[in-house]
């Protein structure tokens, strides 16, 4: 487990916690069952929260667990929440299971991600969808949304970018939003910043067929053609370990019938590579 030394008392880091939620003093008090008057004073450093209230004013607030254990450090208790890597034995089934979600869901493309969007595994099928990518984007530690953005990793290639690009900007911003990541806030300027020349054309193309408005298809040209994907992202439930409750799984499905078959195809899955493993 890593310590980390809160540079502000616990109260300021509640109430800036309560503000990014957008609630109330009165709010967050009734639905922690507390007096308005005893959260105000914690939140002003004339009472310091129990441990056990503050871990249920930061799950009324929904406060990452990385940041609840920083806000238990700051009110002088010890970290409850683990972090371990998953090479640790204490995650080998969780592993088994990423490495399961993975592997069953070939012949389509799924990879792990952390907090970051830096990979943490990929299965078989995501290599070769990487053909001419910038070698040092590939470098570990490789971040996903740099790679798919970038203009030398696969920007050239998504044929519907203006849209594929704003559904990613849209996600990292509100998920810095959320968790106050200052790395994501960091990433989400860089990616903002990529020089961007073709929203006129990728928009157009865009437009054949938008799915009812459900979701946003990644359209990606290949040497064997344009692939059509839609996305879903699988989270563990109930994390205790900071590794798994950062993790996420994005699931590729084929979003047509060409897709489907052109992915089914032998000379496609024998061009699959080993997946990419941090």
Do not use: C
Request: overall charge neutral.
């Amino acid at each position: 487990m890593t310590h980390s030394i809160s540079p502000q008392p616990v109260g300021p880091l509640l109430r800036a916690w309560r503000q990014r939620r957008r609630m109330s003093q009165l709010e967050l008090a009734g639905e922690a069952n507390i007096s308005t008057k005893h959260l105000s004073f914690v939140e002003t450093g004339r009472s310091v929260p129990s441990r056990d209230m503050l871990l249920d004013l930061t799950e009324h607030l929904n406060v990452p667990l990385r940041e609840r254990n920083l806000l238990l450090t700051a009110a002088g208790y010890a970290p409850v929440f683990p972090e371990r890597t998953l090479e640790n034995p204490a995650l080998a089934q969780a592993r088994q299971v990423i490495d399961l979600v993975l592997a069953g869901h070939e012949p389509y493309p799924a990879l792990a991600i952390d907090r970051h969007w830096t990979l943490v595994a990929a299965n078989r099928v995501v290599p070769p969808l990487l053909a001419g990518v910038d070698p040092a984007l590939l470098q570990p530690p490789v971040n996903v949304l740099r790679l798919s953005l970038h203009p030398d990793g696969l920007a050239a290639r998504i044929v519907n970018l203006a849209e594929w690009r704003l559904h990613l900007l849209a996600r990292l911003r509100r998920q810095s939003e959320i968790t106050a990541d200052p790395v994501l806030t960091e990433l989400l300027r860089e990616i903002s910043a990529y020089p961007f020349t073709r929203a006129d054309k990728s928009m157009t193309t865009a437009r054949e067929g938008d799915y009812a408005g459900i979701a946003v298809p990644l359209r990606l040209q290949t040497a064997q053609g344009t692939l059509s994907f839609l996305s879903t992202t699988t989270v563990f439930g109930t994390p205790i370990d900071l590794t798994l409750a950062e993790l996420a799984i994005e699931s590729f499905f084929p979003a047509n019938a060409a897709t489907k078959a052109l992915l089914t195809q032998p000379a496609f899955l024998k061009e699959s590579r080993p997946a990419y493993n941090e």
